[in-house]
């Protein structure tokens, strides 16, 4: 059936599905490994799940207040004074429909048609068209491979008068990268200097490993009233599929993206918000736990893969480690690589040129390690045995 070219918004005509539905499709389809989107396997920690199945029992499931559980925005707020040294009050967390839901709040909160919004590339796939479907002008900053460093002339050279929302993702998906103190207070800096507002996608704050302690920017000097600090507990305790998640930013903000959130999804289940309110405070073993198992899975992968003939390039974060194509010696672009393993090995991985709005990076392939040993083991024997049929 053929389309009516004026039927839809723009923004959405052309658009394909998500690279990440996509990838889980096929593998659905073919029946291959899925190290494609980014999920854990198994059902996620067994005593989150009691506590929402308890509260599912025990506690209303009615509308919960539309910011959010007061249990659950004070948890949040103490979570971060004991984890990140942060100062916020529960008034100033609001209780979303997962991090998007968060992300897509503060744009229609904040930007007015023909604001411009500085971004990083490699980005989010959902960035680009919530910006571009708010009204908003996308200014994309391009970081490169291998260090995918932030450097103070591209930025400054991309901001101009119209410039109002820095949108920005650390530790960073795809590359695992964690943005450095130097370049934090880069970014603090410049949003002083040209007062941006940051929206900072820190859903990987508790998967970050090697020591390395996570820097929200909203700590940054002169950040506390231009930030909004958005977390998931999805990625915290491993149970994506539960969609909840929050955004923190100083009072006048915060009014703001509880109108834009009142009319997106108005309010979140509230037995998935109890149990989250209760897993938050969990000791800090706890997540150092989860942190040294997720740690030891990116190892894993990583080992195997480097024994079986593919570079892989460091990854400090998130649940995700990438495979560099060229330095491997593979003759393939990400996307053909990824569509032949798929095919070929069984297994499913993501192309890094779709973070890439434009100009893209094409020699990376990003591969999920929140996986079982088994699993790890199983799709290392396929890529390695993938590797050699390619030469
Ligand atoms: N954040 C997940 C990833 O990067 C994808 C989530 C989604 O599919 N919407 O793999």
């Not at 506690?59 to 100062?87: F, K, N, T």
């Amino acid at each position: 059936m053929t389309q009516t070219p004026s039927l839809g918004h723009p923004v959405y005509r052309d658009m394909p599905t998500t690279i990440f539905e996509h990838m889980s499709a096929r593998a659905r389809e073919t029946g291959a490994i899925n190290l494609g989107q980014g999920f854990p396997e198994g059902p996620g920690p067994r005593d989150v799940l009691q506590a929402a199945a308890d509260a599912l029992l025990t506690c209303s499931s009615q509308y919960p207040p539309m910011p959010g559980l007061a249990e659950l925005r004070a948890a949040v707020a103490c979570h971060y004074a004991r984890h990140q040294g942060l100062d916020l009050s529960p008034q100033e967390v609001i209780v979303t429909s997962g991090a998007t839901e968060a992300i897509a709040a503060s744009l229609l909160a904040l930007v007015r048609p023909g604001d411009e919004v500085l971004m990083l590339a490699p980005l989010y796939d959902a960035y680009l068209p919530l910006v571009e479907r708010v009204g908003g002008v996308a200014k994309v900053v391009k970081l490169t491979p291998p260090d995918w460093r932030v450097a103070r002339e591209a930025l400054e050279a991309a901001i101009t008068p119209r410039t109002r929302i820095l949108l920005m993702n650390n530790p960073v998906n795809p590359t695992g990268i964690v943005l450095r103190d130097a370049e934090l207070a880069l970014l603090a800096d410049l949003c002083v200097a040209h007062d941006l507002i940051a929206i900072c996608d820190e859903v990987w704050e508790q998967t970050i490993y090697d020591g390395i302690p996570h820097r929200p920017l909203i700590g940054f000097p002169g950040m506390r009233n231009r930030t909004i600090k958005i977390g998931s507990a999805g990625k915290i305790f491993s149970v994506t599929g539960w969609k909840v998640g929050w955004m923190c930013a100083a009072p006048p903000i915060a009014t703001l993206l509880g109108r834009a959130h009142q009319f997106l999804t108005f309010t979140t289940p509230p037995n998935l918000q109890w149990a989250v309110a209760e897993g938050l405070g969990y000791s800090d073993n706890w997540f150092d736990a989860q942190r040294g198992a997720y740690q030891a899975s990116r190892d894993r992968l990583a080992a195997g893969l480097r024994e079986a003939g593919y570079v892989v390039r460091p990854s400090g974060a998130t649940w995700f480690l990438s495979i560099d194509l060229s330095a491997s010696g593979i003759a393939l672009d990400d996307v053909t690589f990824c569509n032949r393993i798929i095919e070929e090995a069984g297994v499913a991985a993501i192309p890094i040129s779709a973070f890439y709005p434009e100009e893209s990076v094409t020699h990376l392939v990003r591969l999920c390690f929140s996986k079982t040993d088994e699993t790890l083991v199983q799709a290392i024997a396929r890529l390695a045995a993938f590797r050699a049929t390619i030469g």
